[in-house]
Nanobody, 123 residues
Framework: QVRLVESGGGLVQAGGSLRLSCAAS????????????MAWHRQAPGKQRELVAT???????KYADAVKGRFTISRDNAKNTVYLQMNSLNLEDTAVYYC?????????????WGQGTQVTVSS
């Protein structure tokens, strides 16, 4: 059974910083896995879930326009972990942040979501 466990959310004042982590663990069909593309999404109250940032196993990154220059996505493939460094946070960044990952085991690729972590930015 595979788990994506997020951590690092919380309450922060506008202009502050937070660092989110998401670690993948477990086995798929009795085999260990490697991580493919990993991403962070977020969902604010009353809004649709949106992509925040994504990174491939080769290190390519892409960001939503709203977070460019403020957020940095990175990963540690040896730890099957993806991070999101969030700086200069503003009220519009308040949301539940979800980790998403493609996990590769043998010939198969499997997509998983984490349970979400709340980020609240206060004025």
């Amino acid at each position: 059974q595979v788990r994506l466990v997020e951590s690092g959310g919380g309450l922060v004042q506008a202009g502050g910083s937070l660092r989110l982590s998401c670690a993948a663990s477990g086995i798929i069909s009795g085999s260990i896995f490697s991580t493919g593309a990993m991403a962070w999404h977020r969902q604010a109250p009353g809004k649709q879930r949106e992509l925040v940032a994504t990174t491939t196993s080769g290190g390519y990154t892409k960001y939503a326009d709203a977070v460019k220059g403020r957020f940095t996505i990175s990963r540690d493939n040896a730890k099957n972990t993806v991070y999101l460094q969030m700086n200069s946070l503003n009220l519009e960044d308040t949301a539940v942040y979800y980790c998403n990952a493609d996990l590769i085991s043998g010939p198969g690729k499997y997509n998983y979501w984490g349970q979400g972590t709340q980020v609240t930015v206060s004025s």
